[in-house]
């Protein structure tokens, strides 16, 4: 690792799992992402990164593949897959083959299409929801 300023991302429990600032430059170079970890004690912990980062190999990186990919779809989905985390451990690991195969519920519109303006509404509100707390204490 050669020390500069992209962030590297690595399984740790710490500073928005921030390891280094590095200045290699590989594949894994992505921004806007949700990404998963599937090693170690934090498997299926995930967290959006909106700026441009470099991310270790235990950890995979989610799009969307329909629409332009936004906070608040990453937010909502995040705590969709927070929920699968009881099924996985030490021994059943959520791995590569595992997390192709991972169902999540996700709102649906009337056409059974993903519902994302829901998402992203419901996330809106939950951060608007949480500042009013803010601002009221």
Known sequence: MIPWKIPFIWAVDSNNWITNYIDNMNK???KNVLWV???????VI????????????????????????????YLFS?????QQKPKYNYWYKFN??????QKIMLPVT????????????????????????????
């Open 46 to 73: 995930s967290f959006y990164h909106q700026y441009n980062c470099l991310f270790s190999d235990s950890v995979k990186r989610l799009h969307f593949k329909e629409y332009d990919d936004t906070k608040f779809w």
């Open 28 to 30: 894994s170079f992505d």
């Open 110 to 137: 009337e056409n059974e299409e993903i519902d994302y303006k829901f998402m992203e509404n419901y996330m809106k509100y939950l951060m608007l929801r949480k500042y009013q707390k803010y601002l009221d204490y």
């Open 96 to 101: 590569e083959y595992r997390m192709k195969r």
């Open 78 to 82: 995040k705590t969709v897959l927070l």
């Open 37 to 43: 970890n599937y090693d170690w004690n934090w498997m």
